[in-house]
């Protein structure tokens, strides 16, 4: 496990998670790319209407419910595959996870702007666990404007390569924003795989059913690919 750690930054990047637990990728891409309700929402960006650049797919327990530029998204239910990975990363990084969301970035020129995920539903104090399916691409993270905590530090870039396991904890998203460039020379697909926590009490109710273990920019300019681009010649 490579640990990245910079003032209020904690990155934790396993290369090969997924091919250590055995698991297909590829066949696992196509079954998702295949088997889910993808969508591409539309979000208002100062008063104009734009198509994410990106599709998307929210999967959740029962309860959790999830909201940007004033859109729910529609929940999915876990398919065998999806609830097996979050079983996997549960017993191993015995962290408690319920809720997914899915971005499918069709070629490199699908990106996603600069953000941090830090939505009220989203429970601020767990980790966000992220899978990489297909073709590498870099995430990078940079010090939210203006934050006492991480002013003046240098930005940070990560390759996420197929079957990468990337763990953000807190209290990176308090600190740090992050965001996927676009790559137009790129033309293979990439999904990825947030695994969350959603803290209302509906959906922590619906937690502890289950068994024991063993802003530069606003999210909506973000998700819309309204905010400048980081520098694509990498």
Request: proline residues 8%; glycine residues 8%.
């Amino acid at each position: 496990m490579i640990r990245v750690e910079r003032p209020g930054l904690r990155l934790r990047h396993q290369p090969g998670w997924l091919q250590e637990q055995g698991i297909d990728t590829l066949a696992l891409r196509h079954q998702l790319a295949e088997a889910l309700p993808w969508q591409q929402p539309e979000v208002i960006v100062y008063g104009k209407r734009h198509r994410t650049p990106r599709l998307t797919c929210w999967v959740a327990d029962p309860g959790c419910t999830y909201r940007y530029s004033g859109l729910s998204q529609s929940v999915t239910a876990w398919t065998p595959e999806l609830g097996d990975l979050r079983d996997r990363l549960e017993q191993q990084l015995g962290l408690r996870f319920n809720s997914l969301l899915l971005n499918r970035y069709r070629t490199g020129a699908d990106r996603m702007g600069w953000h941090a995920d830090d939505e009220p539903e989203l429970d601020d104090q767990a980790s966000i666990a992220s899978l990489s399916l297909g073709i590498s691409r870099t995430l990078r993270f940079r010090p939210r404007p203006g934050d006492p905590i991480a002013h003046g530090e240098s930005a940070v870039a990560i390759d996420l390569a197929d079957g990468d396991l990337l763990l953000m904890d807190p209290p990176s998203q308090r600190h740090w924003q992050h965001a996927l460039p676009q790559r137009l020379r790129l033309q293979g697909e990439r999904i990825n795989l947030t695994f969350r926590r959603i803290q209302p009490s509906t959906a922590m109710q619906s937690i502890s059913t289950r068994a024991p273990l063993g802003r530069a920019a606003t999210s909506t300019q973000a998700r819309a690919g309204e905010t400048p681009s980081p520098n694509t010649s990498a």
